[in-house]
């Protein structure tokens, strides 16, 4: 048994499950680590999709380059910390997204969109660090029309404590609430923790994650590092304290309205819907990214995997 197949074997009476996350290279130095879905936990509250990007650094005259691509059934919220990229998508929506900004892309019943970097920030070489996350819609909402609503850092509200300050990215938490409009009683936010610096996660949500990007923290005597999503118990409150300078994403919210399926950029409460979504994208009936000509294929892959 591997280090982190025993990591994963931790017994802690807060803990319900803990996911070791893996890095993975794409190419030219730029790697993710993937916490959701894992074989360990499909989802948190609506949360289906949880990847950590980078950080990577870009040499001059190269970036990050996502071709074209679909998604149904869900809103994507891509979150930086460090870098920046370009947003385009179907709807004719050009955006460039900053550290702190929040940028809530409904896919609904259909959109497509291309993640790049722009060509001034590749010319010159840059950073890139942040989390991309897809949030399942409820059923009543899978096929509503696709949006994408953008966020200055500025307008969303941040939580400072001694040594803490939490960006709420979306829903409510220690009283204060996200401007961002969602379909699901949810919450998502950014908390960074000075060494020694203590937070409480209050038991008010049934599902509730938290994702180290950085750094470690102490739950009741056991350390946790960068990488790794606990999923804790329903029920308590959770008191950690930072045993190093960190950076975490909190999240969950309600459990789903029944089971999801998921196919490559495709969520669904059903795979006939599915199975329409993969046939419409090799078809060509998805509307177009305008200024964009390429595209990814729709990948040879096996039976959808259902998200209990």
């Given at each position: ?255 789903m309205d029944g089971p999801r399926y998921i196919f490559w950029n ?43």
């Amino acid at each position: 048994m591997s280090w982190d197949e025993t990591r994963e074997t931790l017994q802690h009476p807060a803990l319900e499950t803990l996911i070791v996350t893996r890095t993975r290279d794409l190419g030219d130095g730029f790697e993710v680590r993937r916490a959701l879905p894992s074989a360990r936990r499909r989802m948190v509250g609506p949360f289906i999709f949880l990847d950590q990007m980078g950080p990577a650094v870009f040499r001059s005259g190269h970036g990050l380059d996502v071709r074209p691509h679909p998604h149904i059934g869900l809103s994507t919220v891509t979150y930086l910390f460090d870098g920046e990229v370009l947003h385009r998508d179907s709807l004719g929506t050009v955006q460039t997204i900053r550290p702190g900004q929040v940028n809530w892309m409904t896919a609904g019943r259909g959109i497509v969109h291309s993640e790049r970097t722009g060509p001034e920030v590749r010319a010159a070489g840059s950073r890139l660090f942040g989390m991309q996350a897809w949030v399942a819609l409820p059923k009543q909402y899978e096929e509503t029309g696709p949006a994408f609503i953008h966020h200055a850092s500025d307008t969303m509200p941040f939580i400072e404590g001694e040594g803490v300050r939490l960006h709420l990215i979306a829903g409510a938490l220690y009283g204060k609430r996200s401007p961002v409009q969602t379909h699901s009683d949810m919450f998502y936010a950014d908390a960074a923790l000075e060494d020694g610096a203590g937070l409480v996660l209050p038991a008010e949500h049934e599902e509730r994650g938290l994702y180290l990007a950085e750094g470690s923290v102490e739950i009741d005597g056991v350390e946790f590092g960068a990488g790794e999503l606990l999923v804790f118990r329903p029920g308590s409150e959770i008191d950690l304290r930072a045993t190093t300078p960190a950076r975490m994403m909190i999240l969950g919210g309600e459990p789903m309205d029944g089971p999801r399926y998921i196919f490559w950029n495709f969520v669904s409460s059903s795979k006939e819907r599915l199975e329409q979504a993969k046939a419409d994208w090799k078809a060509g009936r998805f509307a177009p990214v305008p200024q964009e000509t390429e595209f990814i294929p729709l990948p040879e892959e096996p039976a959808p995997v259902r998200n209990p």
